[in-house]
């Protein structure tokens, strides 16, 4: 018999920005979550830990990546897909565990699934919670509704509606699935353009989405394949700068959506009201925290 063909490794990209421990648990647990070779590119943002590049010493499937400075979330992991032209590959963060078989369900549902740019996974807390990673792409009346009272009134049918959190989750299409881990068609990705690395950190994946469902792309939300995620490391590091950052990329994303001279007085309002609800944020951990996210029957399983 001849011999079988040699599986090409999955590429798995992980931007880093001195990660601590966190990349040891996710670089253990991705070896028990796809049976595929893989190879680990961390796209490095200036990591002061030196954890990244002591990983790329001591293991034969990773690789170290210096970006050449804190460049921001998109523009590294376009860096870290560089060279990749076809296939899937997985960006996540390094602070994300996988649960056993994960990667290989998220590979399972793109095959179920051709039109499929992105493959999202359930996306749960340290305590167990089911955070609502599969969202509708943001509008005016959900985005004012859930910017203005989500972290007054969680329970707010805006942010439900943005959300989907009140659906028991079922494999279905969303538009736009968390970047902090999805699986993503190559050849879908770099035809757009990749990430916008204009957005520094955040609404990156939102924008992403938006490029490739207007390609006719379709993004998949896959609760088959769970993995757990930390988060909220830069913020914890830097919340003021985090709040700006949000903030400001929430607005070009709300500004991009609305372009022309008919459109400036509705961007001139955006730019005030976001602008006055990140200084709000500043001195409101409350409001700095967002909406908190409603356990559901989902979560009673």
Request: charged share 20%; glycine share 10%.
């Amino acid at each position: 018999m001849p011999p079988a063909p040699i599986e090409e490794p999955l590429r798995v990209v992980a931007v880093t920005y001195s990660p601590g421990d966190a990349l040891q648990g996710f670089l253990d647990s991705l070896a028990e979550a796809t049976t595929r070779p893989v190879e680990v590119v961390l796209a490095d943002n200036g990591s002061t830990d030196g954890i990244p590049q002591q990983a790329a010493r001591q293991r034969a499937d990773v690789r170290f990546l210096p970006t050449g400075g804190n460049v921001g979330y998109g523009a590294a992991a376009n860096a870290g897909l560089a060279g990749l032209e076809s296939g899937y590959a997985l960006v996540a963060n390094p602070d994300v565990r996988f649960e056993p078989g994960s990667v290989d369900e998220l590979l399972a549902a793109a095959r179920r699934w051709p039109r499929a740019a992105t493959v999202g996974p359930a996306i749960r807390t340290p305590d167990g919670e089911l955070y609502p990673s599969a969202r509708d792409l943001p509008e005016l009346s959900t985005g004012i509704g859930h910017a203005a009272l989500g972290w007054v009134w969680p329970a707010n049918p805006w942010t439900a509606r943005y959300r989907r959190e009140r659906e028991a989750p079922r494999e279905r299409t969303a538009g736009w699935l968390s970047g902090s881990c999805f699986l993503v068609d190559v050849a879908a990705f770099w035809s757009v353009g990749g990430f916008d690395p204009g957005y520094f950190m955040y609404f990156e994946d939102v924008d992403l989405a938006e490029r490739l469902g207007r390609r006719g792309w379709l993004h998949v939300y896959a609760p088959s394949a769970v993995v757990v995620h930390e988060g909220g490391h830069a913020t914890r590091r830097e919340p003021h700068r985090m709040q700006r950052v949000h903030h400001t990329s929430a607005l070009r994303y709300l500004s991009g959506q609305h372009p022309g001279r008919v459109n400036a007085p509705l961007r001139t309002a955006l730019r005030a009201g976001l602008g006055a609800r990140m200084l709000v944020s500043y001195v409101s951990g409350r409001v700095a925290a967002g909406a908190r996210f409603q356990r559901g029957a989902e979560d009673l399983h």
